[in-house]
């Protein structure tokens, strides 16, 4: 089944140690969204990719990076990982064009513990 | 900016009964579109309905459906016959011209056996 993948699905870290969260995609969608979402709390988006145009939310901090080498992969790099940053990161991808009722398809999450 | 309120944190059905979910948002953009969308415990995020701004007509999917006021900016989801299967965090979204989706802070809803 056509799907959006993440992996791991939970990932334990030490404060200040870099770590990646891969999310792949079988759906051939344009449009991949990186979300946070900590406890009982909206996604809150971080970034998404518009093809290959990476377009960064004005308050994503600079700690948090991201790379989509092609259509079906795309990372989240958190370059030193403080205990503010545990939360369940989601992935999510659409087909993106403007004015559509194109759903986004989420990932399961990878839920990211900082200790 | 656009914003999507949830005024319920948390809420309880009978099961079998039927439940509504208000969601306020606010917008200047005419043309928009708005999602409800389902977060079980521990599970993935799944689209429960979705609604077109321009089209008056409520959208329909089994036994949810939506209460679409446009003049007010309020779009509200009602669950009819409850299952312990609907128990979840419930979002509403908005999406804009931009493809952003915002999502309302979610209301939790549990079934009561």
């Known amino acids: 089944d056509a799907m959006v993948i993440q992996n791991p699905r939970y990932q334990v870290t030490q404060f200040g140690k870099p770590v990646t969260l891969s999310c792949s995609q079988t759906?051939?969608?344009?449009?991949m969204y990186w979300y946070q979402q900590k406890s009982s709390q909206a996604p809150k988006l971080l970034f998404h990719y518009y093809d290959k145009d990476f377009n960064n939310e004005a308050d994503t901090p600079d700690n948090f990076q991201s790379r989509r080498p092609n259509t079906s992969f795309c990372f989240l790099d958190i370059r030193s990982p403080g205990l503010g940053d545990a939360a369940m990161y989601l992935c999510a991808t659409s087909r993106g064009t403007s004015r559509n009722l194109n759903e986004q398809f989420f990932g399961p999450g990878t839920r990211l513990t900082v200790l | 900016a656009q914003t999507v309120t949830q005024s319920q944190p948390e809420m309880s059905v009978q099961e079998a009964e039927t439940v509504t979910l208000s969601c306020t948002y606010d917008t200047s953009e005419s043309d928009y579109y708005l999602f409800w969308y389902k977060q079980p415990p521990s599970r993935q995020m799944i689209l429960v309905i979705r609604q077109e701004a321009y089209k008056q007509q409520n959208a329909t999917e089994n036994r949810f459906s939506v209460n679409f006021q446009k003049a007010a900016k309020s779009f509200s989801l009602k669950i009819s016959d409850s299952q312990l299967g609907d128990a979840a965090m419930y979002f509403c979204a908005y999406k804009n011209r931009d493809d952003k989706i915002i999502f309302g802070k979610g209301t939790r809803l549990h079934i009561l056996p």
């Open positions: 759906l051939n969608h344009n449009v």
